[in-house]
T-cell receptor, first 116, second 113 residues
Framework: GAVVSQHPSWVICKSGTSVKIECRSLDFQATTMFWYRQFPKQSLMLMAT?????????EQGVEKDKFLINHASLTLSTLTVTSAHPEDSSFYICSARSPGLLGAQHFGDGTRLSIL | AQSVTQLGSHVSVSEGALVLLRCNYSSSVPPYLFWYVQYPNQGLQLLLKYTSAATLVKGINGFEAEFKKSETSFHLTKPSAHMSDAAEYFCALSLFGNEKLTFGTGTRLTIIP
């Protein structure tokens, strides 16, 4: 149980385009999902907390207009990198918190984004 | 503010030897603690979690961790390393009422044949 699916797993696109990444909880409902960014050989950096039916909460230093988050249902959150540039190239990982007071975060397999 | 420190960014052990990955935390209130494993180009998989029940927590793949409040530690161990254990391991912390995870910097485990 507690499977999180992230799509696409790899995307290469030209500078200036927008890229949408989907994060789905397959076998549970997730009122809260999280988006992380991971640079090579480094730890995960929390970008934002996505709450179903409300606006996302962004961490300090993360551009809200650059990284658009939508959490329209209890099983789907999307991250759109708008007008992507080479410096946005990174590994993006989502997670969803399983229900219950002591629910753990379960992670997707990540999306490798490469901007040319 | 809370923090997680993982001592040793790289650990190498021989196949069949004991695995010990160190994690120390700092928190003003009792934390929840987690160990995650990450294989190349993949997300994180939960190995085990401590949520204030038993201090010795058993996880998947033969791993276990012991919560020691007096030492503010939550070290991960496995009696006998297997080649498939080679990966990046992250210790993480969260606080009751706050769902955010604070991650350590990770430890890369290499298994020597």
């Amino acid at each position: 149980g507690a499977v999180v699916s992230q799509h696409p797993s790899w995307v290469i696109c030209k500078s200036g385009t927008s890229v949408k990444i989907e994060c789905r909880s397959l076998d549970f409902q997730a009122t809260t999902m999280f988006w992380y960014r991971q640079f090579p050989k480094q730890s995960l950096m929390l970008m934002a907390t996505s709450n179903e039916g409300s606006k996302a909460t962004y961490e300090q230093g993360v551009e809200k207009d650059k990284f658009l988050i939508n959490h329209a249902s209890l099983t789907l959150s999307t991250l759109t990198v708008t007008s992507a540039h080479p410096e946005d190239s990174s590994f993006y990982i989502c997670s969803a918190r399983s229900p219950g007071l002591l629910g753990a975060q379960h992670f997707g397999d990540g999306t490798r984004l490469s901007i040319l | 503010a809370q923090s997680v420190t993982q001592l040793g960014s790289h650990v190498s052990v021989s196949e069949g030897a004991l695995v010990l990955l160190r994690c120390n935390y700092s928190s003003s209130v009792p934390p929840y603690l987690f160990w995650y494993v990450q294989y190349p180009n993949q997300g994180l998989q939960l190995l085990l979690k401590y949520t204030s029940a038993a201090t010795l927590v058993k996880g998947i793949n033969g791993f276990e961790a012991e919560f020691k409040k007096s030492e503010t530690s939550f070290h991960l161990t496995k009696p006998s390393a297997h080649m498939s254990d080679a990966a990046e391991y992250f210790c993480a912390l969260s606080l009751f009422g706050n769902e955010k995870l604070t991650f350590g910097t990770g430890t890369r485990l290499t298994i020597i044949p």
